[in-house]
C-alpha cells in the first residue's frame, strides 16, 4: 500500500500564503491523477484542486486565481501553493492519489490531514 504523507499547514494571517507537500512513499506503483481536498467544521468535504498525470489541473470556483496544484513526479509529490488566504480557507486539507499497483490495479489512497488556519 501506498502511503501519503502532508505537510505544510499551519496558522497563517489572512492575505498570507502556505504551501502544502504530499509525499508518496512505498513500492512498485504509479501516480495517477491526484488532488486536495478539504473539510471545515460541520461541512461536507470538498475537492479544491486535482491535477492528471498529463497535469492538467482543475479548481473549486472559490479558490481560482489564489491556489495553485504542482506535481513532481520524479518524487511522488504533489504540491498546494495557497496564496491570498482568507478565513474561510480554514480546514483540515486532505491529499488524494489515485495509485496504480505492479499488478495493474488501481485504488484510492488518502493522507492523514494537515489543518490549515486563517485568521482575520
Known amino acids: 500500500q501506498v502511503q501519503l504523507v502532508e505537510s505544510g499547514g499551519g496558522l497563517v494571517q489572512a492575505g498570507g500564503s502556505l504551501r502544502l507537500s504530499c509525499a508518496a512513499s512505498?513500492?512498485?506503483?504509479?501516480?495517477?491523477?491526484m488532488g486536495w481536498y478539504r473539510q471545515a467544521p460541520g461541512k461536507e468535504r470538498e475537492l479544491v484542486a486535482s491535477i492528471t498525470s498529463g497535469g492538467n489541473t482543475n479548481y473549486v470556483d472559490s479558490v481560482k486565481g489564489r491556489f495553485s496544484i504542482f506535481r513532481d513526479n520524479a518524487k511522488n509529490t504533489v504540491y498546494l501553493q495557497m496564496s491570498s488566504l482568507k478565513p474561510e480557507d480554514t480546514a483540515v486539507y486532505y491529499c488524494?492519489?489515485?495509485?496504480?499497483?505492479?499488478?495493474?490495479?488501481?485504488?484510492?489512497?488518502w493522507g492523514q490531514g494537515t489543518q490549515v488556519t486563517v485568521s482575520s
Open positions: 512505498g513500492s512498485g506503483f504509479s501516480l495517477l491523477g
Open positions: 488524494n492519489a489515485a495509485v496504480r499497483s505492479y499488478t495493474g490495479s488501481s485504488y484510492p489512497s
